[in-house]
């Protein structure tokens, strides 16, 4: 079945949007971001006591990252608020970072209206759009980040700048970014569309998974946002569902769920996000399970991080996510970019 995507005309005949450019260019893309995060202009602010990152969908996946990045590094209390409302916890000495590629989402826009109110410090990372328009009129700091992409695209847009943000607030020593976009180029090397389906681990995840259900797995901490983004580029890209769980907790509740699978288990198939600088009982948790599942007849694929630093292990899982989720597109016979659903209910709520 995956032999298709080996066929040379056959990306263009379906992504005609060009998706398959974004992607490709992803380790460039990491290196345009730092540099905007490195060279954002902001206040000396002091004394922060935490951090709020508000922002949905393909804007927030970059504060879940950083989040998760820094959770066992990063002492003041920090969060990512995707909703309409900014929780209790954020207060008046809080950094809030509120992220929009448009500009021009509600939940967005609602949530820094919140933070204005409660007088926060606020930073603004935007193509522009309503959200440009406040940053210029409440004199707020503006990281103006490059239009052209479909927002779930310009991850490193999002991610970087947040992470510089916090490096110049709260020093958090060495981010060690210096090999990442090389790693990254040479991921790209190994799933870019000239590899044959033999060689290339992204098209035969997709082939594995296409016409399936896909549970991903991964575990709290880096990883967590990791396997959110793979279910949100499979969603978006492929148009295909997915879910994603975390161990240890999993295994307090939902493997007894597989016992019986709820219809579900023939069509399933279980994706391991798996890396190294997990707690080693998670790791032997993750083996012990996957038997389980292999005994009940799912079928499950460990995917290894790689790369040297924590981040570099981080976006070689995201990287390969996002051509998983391009092939499978093309194996479904489905234009990656087109988010219909989304625009269509963005018009209906814009209405009222
Ligand atoms: C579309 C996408 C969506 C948007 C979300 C919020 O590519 O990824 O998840 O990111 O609807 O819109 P923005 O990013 O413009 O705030």
Known sequence: MTDVLDKPSFPGEVDRS?????????????????????????PPWKGLKGVAILGMGGSAIGGDLVRGN?????????????????????????LVIASSYSGNTEETLSSYQEALFRGTKIIIITTGGRLGELASKD?????R?????????????SFFPILLCLQRFFGLGDLQLNGLADHLRSLREEYRPQIPTQGNLAKVVAGKIAGR????????????????????????????????????????NEIVGWELGGGVKEKAISIFLQDSGYHPRIIFRMEL?????????VEVLRLESSGKSLLERVFSLIHLG???SWYLALLEGVDPTPVERIDWLKGELAKL
Do not use: C
């Open 18 to 42: 060009g998706m398959m450019d974004h992607i490709l260019g992803f380790p460039e893309q990491v290196e345009e971001a730092i540099e905007i995060g490195r060279d954002a202009q902001l």
């Open 70 to 94: 820094l959770s066992a590094s990063f002492k003041p209390p920090i969060g990512v608020v995707r909703d309409y409302t900014l929780p209790f916890w954020v207060e008046r000495d809080f």
């Open 139 to 143: 004199g707020f700091p503006w990281i």
């Open 145 to 157: 980040i490059p239009s052209g992409f479909p927002p779930r695209a310009a991850l490193a847009y």
């Open 213 to 252: 259900l896909p549970i991903i797995y991964s575990a709290p901490g880096p990883f967590e946002a990791v396997g959110i983004r793979w279910r949100g580029q499979l969603a978006e890209n492929a148009k295909t569902l997915s879910f994603t769980s975390l161990f240890p907790e999993l295994n307090h």
């Open 289 to 297: 399970t996957a038997g389980m599942m292999e005994k009940d007849g």
């Open 322 to 324: 996002d051509w998983v």
